[in-house]
T-cell receptor
Framework: AQSVTQLGSHVSVSEGALVLLRCNYSSSVPPYLFWYVQYPNQGLQLLLKYTSAATLVKGINGFEAEFKKSETSFHLTKPSAHMSDAAEYFCAVSDAPYSSASKIIFGSGTRLSIRP | EAQVTQNPRYLITVTGKKLTVTCSQNMNHEYMSWYRQDPGLGLRQIYYSMNVEVTDKGDVPEGYKVSRKEKRNFPLILESPSPNQTSLYFC?????????????FGPGTRLTVL
């Protein structure tokens, strides 16, 4: 069964600093991986997804993530944090892309705070 | 505008009083699902539906019911709510079975059961 672990429930960075949110996954087959963002009082929004094409995936709002099979990781990065990036971020995994019970398993989330 | 709507956004109720949370999408999506979000646990799937009249249990279905009589609507029913169902609920939809289809989420319903 697949699972995902997000390291750090809360990350705080200064405006303009590098953002690094960590995600490690477990899957018995090549996984499909996702990062979602949740702004206050809103639903989740897809940031980016890895579907076994390029290992470096670019998403919206300047975020990107790199799939590293040897490390079973899919960390999310952004070179320069902006105040508007403050939100909760969820890593997610699926190992059954087209099955009738295809579902996405979510991590516990990381709250990102941006210091002025 | 493509969207998933949920109502109500906030609800406070008492133990045992039946309630329904509505969900509607305007994108003609086949796949819809309900999640609950609890601190430290992320999102867990309650039920999903692959099309009209086709529904199945997710990871935490106990105490919930759903129906899919029309493609656009997927209500969540709590026939006898209990305090452990106090949570933030999200409805979501995507085009089809493929998890690579972008999943769209509603704004959430915060439910408190006293």
């Amino acid at each position: 069964a697949q699972s995902v672990t997000q390291l750090g429930s809360h990350v705080s960075v200064s405006e303009g600093a590098l953002v690094l949110l960590r995600c490690n996954y477990s899957s018995s087959v090549p996984p499909y991986l996702f990062w979602y963002v949740q702004y206050p009082n809103q639903g989740l929004q897809l940031l980016l997804k890895y579907t076994s094409a390029a290992t470096l995936v670019k998403g919206i709002n300047g975020f990107e993530a790199e799939f590293k099979k040897s490390e079973t990781s899919f960390h999310l990065t952004k070179p320069s944090a902006h105040m508007s990036d403050a939100a909760e971020y969820f890593c997610a995994v699926s190992d059954a892309p087209y099955s009738s019970a295809s579902k996405i398993i979510f991590g516990s989330g990381t709250r990102l705070s941006i210091r002025p | 505008e493509a969207q998933v709507t949920q109502n109500p956004r906030y609800l406070i109720t008492v133990t045992g009083k039946k309630l329904t949370v509505t969900c509607s999408q305007n994108m003609n999506h086949e796949y819809m699902s309900w999640y609950r979000q609890d601190p430290g646990l992320g999102l867990r799937q309650i039920y999903y539906s692959m099309n009209v009249e086709v529904t199945d249990k997710g990871d935490v279905p106990e105490g919930y019911k759903v129906s899919r009589k029309e493609k656009r609507n997927f209500p969540l029913i709590l026939e006898s709510p209990s305090p452990n169902q106090t949570s933030l609920y999200f409805c979501a939809s995507r085009l089809g079975l493929a998890v690579t289809d972008t999943q769209y989420f509603g704004p959430g319903t915060r439910l408190t059961v006293l």
